[in-house]
């Protein structure tokens, strides 16, 4: 389904440096935090936890070299697979800053989405959710905890989004989208990660999306991702997504 | 005991020994059962699938169940639209199959989905551009009307068509019976076509997705194919295996070789469309999708063995088979060809569902492989049990093959 833009709207997105991440898994846990990831069940594992972002270790089969990936929605843009296949419109795309929304209590837990995701970037709760003990204490009240049945991902912390709208209202309002920055942003001990609206000219994000070096995983597929990543590495852009830097339209 | 409930003109096993032959499926629906409490009561971490395994054994069985079950649709569609008389002899059978099928396939959806009280927002907050929605629409329509179909059988019982209110309704309903083939036949063909569309609008699935003709995938209108092919081979399966476990003839010779030539000569031409649009696919979409379709069989064990058998040992071999009369008339051949044509679907749905989910996507994904939990295969079995318990129930106390008594009269050859 092809996403409808909001003329004067966002669209949110980032531009992740692979050159400067070093796998710290910082983003991933902020972001777990951020947005009441519950804690793992025992009998969980890498497949079937929940994982909003996840680090990927790109290795290339008997070298000493290693590069990391980290891994969220990549808020498809132009045509989104997840959103055409939903039954019960549970998953939309904001007009108003192109960010992909899960809504999980019109979830079925259908899974499709799942299905068509190919960044395998969502996570379905196939238990409980649980904070035991204290752990409640640590809930963002911000943002609503999930059920057992539903998909969840990465919102790009639109909650976050929703304070800078009511703190520019607030403020007497503005002509341009709120800046604001998501938690996984904020974590990064590197600076790896960038944020912003790649429709302002005068965003660093939109900057980076760009240049020369950036990439966006599954191009090919067409599906117009809002996340970008960047590396003057050859050996890690190939084995981040096939190809070497050259190879085909590296931004959009 | 119950001769009083029994059709005329049929003989039946004594109550006991049927009661007995009951047992060890009301056994293993019992396991079943018990196996879908667990995936209801404590959720789906009962089963073996993951974020990346999102559809495992249910949906496999489900789309193969429903296309074999699609002998109900398509067998009534050829008799009463298409007019082929000689099949009046198996379609209360089909009915009940077709019936058992989509029931059964409906309930293992329930267990499926995360939040099954949920389902009702498919109807009321539809996203009509979801394959989805297409295929809960028609799947909950067509139960219905299988439903209605179910009903007259019920009704002619021996005992039930003694109040004449019964025989009147039955009769009213046996008037608009056509209307509902007519319907049922419609619904079919959309959610069938719907399920091949589930897998072929996937564009982030590379092996899966395929190019539209008109507003739908090509997976749109090969599973109609396919179904409307293997329908026709199953209901003469399900036949013979009926004659065989009840030690009884149910049908004249010519309804099987009418259906094992229609099932022939549709399998043909599904044959041929599968293997055009398996043409298109590796030469254009693919390609265009940026993907070498050499890669989708690089992973063992799905390598290219498996494009073949789907496509010849289990398509063009049993089409040729039922669709030639020398073979078609050979009893050794017939039956196995009709059941490879029932195991050619399957494989294509196993294909679709499992294979697709398997493939890489991203170039720094493993090749994953899946196995079912027992919670999922009992709950399955579950269904294959209520399938035989509800069609046995059929066979004794409803007249599913109005040949029967004829034949039963008829000395032994």
């Not at chain 1, 935090?33 to 519950?38: A, G, K, L, Q, S």
């Not at chain 1, 936890?49 to 000493?64: C, D, N, Q, S, Y």
């Not at chain 1, 068509?116 to 409640?136: E, I």
């Not at chain 2, 559809?55 to 050829?78: E, P, Q, R, S």
């Amino acid at each position: 389904m092809d996403a409808v833009r909001k003329p004067g709207g966002a669209r949110y997105g980032m531009v992740i440096d692979l050159d400067k991440c070093n796998g710290c898994g910082a983003c991933a846990v902020a972001c777990a935090v951020e947005n009441n990831v519950p804690p793992a069940p025992e009998r969980a594992n890498d497949r079937n936890g929940i994982t909003w972002m996840r680090v990927h270790r790109l290795e290339a089969k008997g070298e000493a070299r290693a590069a990391f990936l980290p891994l969220m929605c990549q808020h498809c843009g132009d045509k989104t697979p997840c959103v055409s296949v939903c039954p019960q419109n549970a998953v939309e795309v904001d007009p108003a800053s192109g960010i992909v929304a899960q809504v999980p209590v019109r979830c079925l837990g259908c899974r499709y989405c799942m299905a068509a995701c190919p960044y395998h970037a969502r996570s379905f709760n196939w238990w409980d959710p649980d904070w035991p003990g204290r752990l409640t204490e640590t809930l963002n009240p911000e943002v609503s905890t999930r059920t057992r049945g539903v998909v969840e991902k990465c919102t790009l912390c639109s909650h976050r989004l929703q304070a800078a709208q009511d703190a520019q209202a607030a403020n007497g309002g503005g002509t341009k989208p709120p800046v604001y920055t998501p938690a996984c942003v904020e974590a990064c001990p590197a600076g790896a990660i960038v944020f912003g609206d790649l429709d302002d000219p005068e965003s660093e994000a939109a900057r980076l999306a760009k240049a020369p070096g950036s990439f966006r995983l599954l191009e090919r597929l067409g599906t117009g991702a809002k996340v970008y990543y960047r590396t003057g590495r050859d050996w890690v852009r190939r084995l981040a997504d096939g190809r070497a830097a050259g190879d085909g339209r590296t931004h959009g | 005991m119950d001769e009083r409930l029994l059709p005329r003109g049929r003989s039946r096993a004594p109550f006991g020994r049927f009661l007995l032959w009951l047992v060890p499926w009301a056994a293993l629906l019992g396991v079943g059962l018990y196996a879908a409490y667990l995936c209801l009561a404590l959720g789906l971490n009962q089963t073996n699938m993951d974020n990346r395994f999102a559809f495992g054994l249910w949906i496999y069985l489900d789309l193969t169940v429903i296309a074999l079950g699609a002998g109900a649709f398509f067998t009534g569609f050829l008799l009463y639209v298409m007019k082929k008389r000689e099949l009046a002899a198996v379609i209360n059978s089909a009915v009940v199959i077709g019936f058992i099928c989509y029931s059964g396939a409906v309930a293992i959806l329930a267990i499926d989905v995360g939040q099954p009280l949920r389902a009702w927002f498919t109807f009321w907050h539809p996203n009509v551009h979801s394959m989805l929605t297409e295929v809960t629409f028609c799947l909950t329509c067509y139960l219905t009307v299988l439903a209605i179909e179910y009903l007259p059988l019920l009704l002619r019982n021996r005992q039930i068509k003694k109040r004449p209110s019964m025989l009147v309704f039955e009769f009213e309903l046996h008037k608009v019976m056509a209307v509902f083939a007519l319907v049922g036949t419609f619904l079919s063909f959309f959610h069938q076509g719907s399920l091949g569309g589930l897998y072929g609008v996937l564009q982030g699935r590379p092996f899966a997705y395929r190019d539209s003709l008109a507003a739908w995938p090509s997976t749109f209108f090969l599973f109609i194919l396919s179904a409307a092919a293997v329908g026709p081979s199953f209901v003469l399966a399900t036949t013979w295996i009926v004659q065989k476990v009840s030690g009884r003839t149910l049908v004249k010779r010519e309804v099987f070789d009418l259906l094992a030539r229609v099932s022939g000569s549709l399998l043909l031409v599904y044959v041929l469309a599968k293997s055009v649009d398996t043409l298109v696919w590796i030469n254009h979409t693919s390609f265009a999708l940026g993907v070498d379709p050499a890669t989708f069989y690089a992973f063992a064990p799905f390598g290219t063995w498996a494009l073949f058998a789907e496509i010849v040992l289990l398509g063009l071999v049993p089409a040729l088979l039922l669709a030639l009369p020398r073979t078609r008339r050979n009893p050794r051949l017939l039956v196995p060809a009709a059941f490879l044509a029932c195991a050619g679907v399957a494989m294509n749905r196993f294909v679709m569902t499992v294979q697709t989910l398997a493939l890489p996507t991203l170039a720094f994904d493993p090749f994953l492989s899946y196995t079912p939990s027992w919670q999922e295969t009992a709950s399955f079995l579950a269904v294959v049990a209520y399938g035989v318990i509800l069609y046995s129930v059929s066979f004794r106390y409803l007249n599913l093959f109005p040949q029967e008594r004829e034949l039963a009269s008829l000395p032994e050859a």
